[in-house]
């Protein structure tokens, strides 16, 4: 069966653009030619700086034929109804149609439509050009005086289509100017001639004749492969960066890897600085000393070109940059070391952190406040919590910071220990952004958890207020984020910590309190302060809040045990618990710990199944009677043994488990939870609940409300499955 | 002319005077006119209304021309080796883009010495936008050996509205490009007129003295009760002109014509600059600076519209 092959020669396309880009060419095409009814074997696209490149295996030469019966309307209808079924069905005459017999309804007409299947080529000259109209680039635009839209202009277009043994056909079209044909082009500078091309295989080789690895995995391997090499054969390690290398391997159609040198004394400057630098501007990698895993005054760059001296031009060039560019980093950092983080904090009055919550410096003020509330509860010493919330965001306004905002943090540390800063303040201003995503590193010193707790606490009880809450997958501020690294602090350093206090602390002292362009507690804002637009938004934090941002906490924490592997039952179980605690994270989680040990067991699943069994007649009962069977038991109308013996069990149970729950020994509430067991059982056997008597009925049931009530002390078992 | 004719004093790898005269002479080869530069303090070469204005409206238009360029907040007081609040841009603008404009900018290259057979020259995605003359385009920082040396844009929308034809922009930054083919490391080191010993010009020789003066004059000196007022004096001589210079057509909006864009739109510049310099003087706040550039932005809008109802913008 033929194969296509399809290419689109450009200017060059951005690098970030291109991989989406050729999913997006593969998809696009094979959607339309399924869609027309040419199942094909294969599909492959690759994407270079200059071109998109699709090859199509084992396309159909032809569509199949289809064969349709279209039903038409009654014999002897009128003659708009039959003129109206020609033409839709094609027909000329109602000669043509035959007729189907219906003893019931009457006779009525039928035709058999048939519509050929087209050759491939034919449709790949529809799909292929609207395909290029329609190219979802992220931007786009126009040159010279057409109207076609590319993502940089288009030169020229390659669309081959035949068998692997035949020379391939051109498939006819063009868009706008572009004509399609059989001319490709080579590397920019070492082969610029055109060539033709027939199919997949003998295009790749031409291009690889022509200076140009056509697939981006070969070109990432190649400068991969030859970057630790050179790297290696100096005694270093290259400093690998998948982010980096898909960039570099989107920036060369032949990637020729070479490595420069820079001045040791820059080595002064932090490496991540130097890193930062080198990667950003340059787009070059560091290698590193193996040895002591510091960095080594060495780079590695990827060129598109093999240079006729062998590469010493383009090195000299690169080095000279970078040499500049380090001067500058230097000089960046130097001038930061001479101004103190504090006395930077001026000017974050200027600085708005969200139109509706205030300045930094507002902020920063609250996180302090939160942070020192925090400090004894995750035994942080006062002083260095308040220091450090102080100095945590100082640098933002550092030059370093300025040029690579993704070093914030980093750069506090080493200007927080530059000026004589506790260590654990120091390391405070780095780690309070911790932990940036589920596989970044937790805080772990007392002091940056609290910063750390206070600056996403500070955050998420801000936007809650103004209700700018994550939405599907809209969640601008990063809020789920902040949520989650509370939960992995307290979870992962085992804190005792109470969120609806710390919430409605945070609250109190909320944005609200500061006038100027801050909304305020929605009792203070007068209607001046409407009037002259201080007050975009009113702002709550009303109880109702609280408990939707602790709602919010339940769910993240939900996600993040599931994800651990925790059955979902046992988290919902344990949450619809109420009462105390329900804030607390590590209780919760030594719950749902407790009670999935307690369900591996035998005296658990038979608990279980007697809860529900209890459960489920009360539920039918009680939706028959209309009425709830709950409240005190009547001892006086026990009829049997077994009534007394459960009667008496649950009371045990209830008060033992209550009693093991307030010292939080889960394990011993669900083992006093396990005695019920064999009372349940006995009773479900001896008993009949359903006694003809109404009060000794009545009485049954809420025995069975007993039971439900009791286990309640730990968990909710009818959230639990099987 | 093969660059080994050139005296030694002309040739673009040891003069900076010699470069800008190779780029020149080049791009008249390519049909440019050459103009001289635009006799007001602007921010960037697209300033000039041979861009600006010259790229919208639908008629052909082929220049090239050095221009000064002033960037207040850029002066590091004579000391920094790269950087300078005054500086040359060379900017080459072709309507409509040709097809092989990429070509014609890579011969450039070859003009002044840079040869592709020894140097690593890339195109690297960067979008351009000026929010105050309310354009953007799509294209690309050239990088030589891992260094920018111009910047290749295709207009898409200039002062608000679509160009078409689009124009194809390539501005070269002069000192970075005359550093890089003289290989010095400091740009008051470069050779300004190509002749040695006593002869010698260096560009600190010519503009030292000026980064030092203009450093301390845009960062502390500028009288900015002037300037606030030669903003103020700027907008309002700017929407003066161009309401004195509408003759409009009140049954066709097409047949309006205008008589004044290019004294209106040298109000807009103005403002653009003494905006530029209240900036480096820290006066304005982070706020306000936004709405300063909105001010400018409606400026540039209005000159544009008025230009496209001139002769040279295509009406009539």
Redo the contacts between chains.
């Keep these: 069966m033929p194969d296509l092959l399809f290419e689109l020669f450009s ?2 396309i ?3 653009m291109q991989a989406r880009a050729a999913e997006d060419l593969k998809k696009l095409v094979t959607d339309k030619l399924v869609d027309a009814g040419l199942v094909y074997d294969g599909a492959t696209a690759f994407a270079t ?1 200059r071109r998109l490149a699709l090859a199509v295996q084992g396309i159909p030469a032809r569509q199949p034929d289809l064969r349709e019966e279209k039903k038409g309307p009654r014999v002897g209808a009128p003659d708009k109804a039959i003129e109206g079924f020609l033409k839709g069905a094609g027909l000329t005459d109602i000669a043509q149609a035959t007729v189907q017999k219906d003893p019931k309804k009457g006779d009525f007409y039928v035709a058999l439509v048939e519509k050929a299947g087209r050759p491939a080529i034919d449709v790949l000259a529809e799909i292929l050009p609207l395909v290029v109209r329609t190219f979802p680039w992220p ?7 057409g109207r076609l839209t590319w ?3 288009l ?1 020229s277009i390659v669309a081959t289509f035949g068998p692997e043994t035949e020379d391939p056909d051109i498939v006819p079209f063009a868009v706008d100017h572009v004509a399609a044909g059989d001319v490709s082009r080579g590397h920019r ?1 070492l082969a610029p001639a055109t060539f033709r091309v027939k199919h997949y295989d003998d295009y790749v080789q031409k291009l690889l004749d022509a200076k140009v690895v056509l697939d981006p995995a070969r070109r990432r391997d190649i400068v991969l492969h030859e970057a630790r090499q050179l790297a290696f054969a100096q005694g270093f390690e290259l400093v690998e960066d998948q982010g980096l290398l898909d960039e570099v391997a989107g ?2 159609e032949w990637p020729v890897v070479l490595m420069g040198s820079f001045d040791p004394a820059f080595l002064k400057i932090p490496g991540e600085v130097i890193r930062s630098t080198i990667r950003a501007n ?3 990698f560091v290698v590193r000393d193996p040895k002591t895993g510091t960095l080594a005054p060495k780079f590695v ?1 990827v ?3 093999e ?3 062998g590469g010493n ?2 090195v ?3 080095e ?5 560019r380090l ?2 980093a230097k000089f960046f950092y130097e001038t930061d070391l001479k101004t103190k983080l504090e006395d930077r904090l001026k000017k974050f009055d ?3 952190f969200h139109e509706k919550l205030g300045t930094q410096a507002e902020r920063i003020v609250r996180i302090g406040r939160l942070a020192a509330e925090l400090a004894p509860l995750v035994g942080a010493n006062v002083d260095s919590v308040k220091r450090a919330a102080l100095l945590a965001k100082a640098d933002l306004l550092t030059e370093v910071v300025g040029e690579f905002p993704e070093l914030q943090g980093l750069m506090g540390k080493y200007y927080a220990l530059a000026q004589g800063e506790d260590a654990s303040v120091a390391a405070a201003c780095e780690e309070h952004y911790k932990p940036q995503g589920p596989a970044d590193r937790v805080p772990t010193d007392p002091v940056s958890i609290a910063v750390a707790l206070a600056d996403k606490l500070d955050t998420l009880v801000g936007f809650w207020a103004i209700d700018e809450k994550p939405t599907g997958s809209k969640d601008p501020y990063a809020l789920r984020r902040a949520a989650l690294g509370v939960i992995r602090i307290v979870l992962e350093n085992g804190l005792r910590l109470r969120l609806a206090d710390i919430a409605e602390f945070a609250g109190a002292h909320a944005p609200a309190r500061h006038v100027t362009i801050v909304p305020k507690l929605i009792s203070e804002v007068s209607e001046a302060d409407i009037q002259s637009g201080k007050i975009g938004t009113t702002i709550d934090h009303t109880p109702a809040r609280l408990a939707d941002l602790l709602a919010f906490f339940a769910d993240r924490l939900k996600v993040q045990l599931r994800e651990q592997g925790a059955r979902h039952d046992l988290v919902d179980a344990v949450l619809a618990l109420k009462g105390e605690g329900q804030d607390d994270l590590l209780q919760i989680v030594r719950r749902v710990e407790a009670l999935a040990k307690f369900l591996e067991t035998e005296d658990g699943k038979n608990l279980l199944a007697g809860v529900k069994r209890a459960t489920n007649i009360l539920r039918i009962e009680e939706k028959r009677d209309g009425t709830r069977y709950t409240g005190a038991v009547d001892a006086g109308l026990f009829r049997e043994a077994e009534e007394w013996q459960l009667s008496h069990a649950i009371e045990k149970a209830q008060g033992e488990a209550e009693a093991a729950v307030a010292r939080e020994d889960f394990a011993g509430a669900m083992s006093a939870i396990a005695t019920l067991r064999p009372h349940v059982d006995a009773y479900f056997e001896k008993v009949t609940v359903n006694a003809d008597d109404k009060a000794v009925r009545a009485n049954r049931l809420r025995l069975l409300d007993g039971i439900r009530a009791a286990t309640l002390a730990v968990a909710d078992f009818s959230r639990i499955e099987g | 002319m093969p660059k080994s004719d050139l005296p030694p004093h002309m040739r673009p790898e040891r003069s900076f005077q010699g470069l800008i005269l190779a780029l020149q002479r080049y791009w008249a080869d390519q049909g440019c006119v050459i103009l001289q530069p635009y006799d007001m303090e602007v921010g960037a070469g697209t300033f000039h209304p041979a861009t600006t204005l010259r790229a919208l409206g639908p008629k052909p238009w082929h220049a090239a021309y050095v221009q000064p360029s002033r960037r207040p907040k850029d002066g590091r007081y004579g000391e920094n080796p790269n950087r300078l609040q005054h500086y040359y841009q060379f900017q080459v603008i072709l309507k409509p883009s040709p097809e092989n404009l990429q070509q014609l900018y890579l011969d450039s290259l070859a003009a002044i010495g840079i040869d592709t057979a020894l140097h690593d020259v890339r195109f690297v995605e960067d979008d351009w936008e000026s929010p105050t003359l309310g354009a953007w385009g799509l294209g690309w920082e050239c990088w030589c050996d891992g260094m920018e040396v111009s910047q290749f844009t295709y207009f898409q929308q200039v002062a608000g509205f679509e160009c078409a034809p689009v124009s194809g922009e390539l501005t070269y930054g002069l000192e970075r490009l005359a550093m890089y083919v003289q290989g010095v490391e400091n740009v008051y080191d470069l050779n300004f007129n190509g002749r040695e010993g006593a002869e010698r010009v260096s560009y600190g020789d010519v503009f030292l003295q000026a980064e030092q003066e203009y450093s301390r004059h845009n960062f502390e000196h500028a009288d900015t009760t002037m300037l606030f007022e030669q903003f103020r004096m700027a907008e309002g001589a700017c929407k003066t002109y161009l309401d004195a210079g509408w003759r409009r057509d009140p049954k066709d909006a097409k047949a309006s014509r205008h008589l004044m864009a290019l004294p209106a739109y040298d109000q807009c510049i103005k403002a653009s600059h003494v905006f530029n310099l209240l900036d480096a003087r820290g006066v304005i706040s982070v706020t306000e600076r936004q709405s300063y550039i909105l001010r400018v932005r409606e400026l540039a809008k209005a000159c544009g519209e008025a230009w496209l109802a001139t002769a040279a913008g295509g009406a009539g």
Excluded: Y
């Design positions: 200017e060059e951005p690098a970030r700086p931007k786009s635009m126009r040159w010279g005086s993502v940089r202009p030169h500078f920036l060369v340059q787009k070059c760059l060129s598109n070109t240079a006729v001296d031009a383009i000299a060039g690169n000279r940059v970078i040499r500049a001067s500058d200027q600085i708005v």
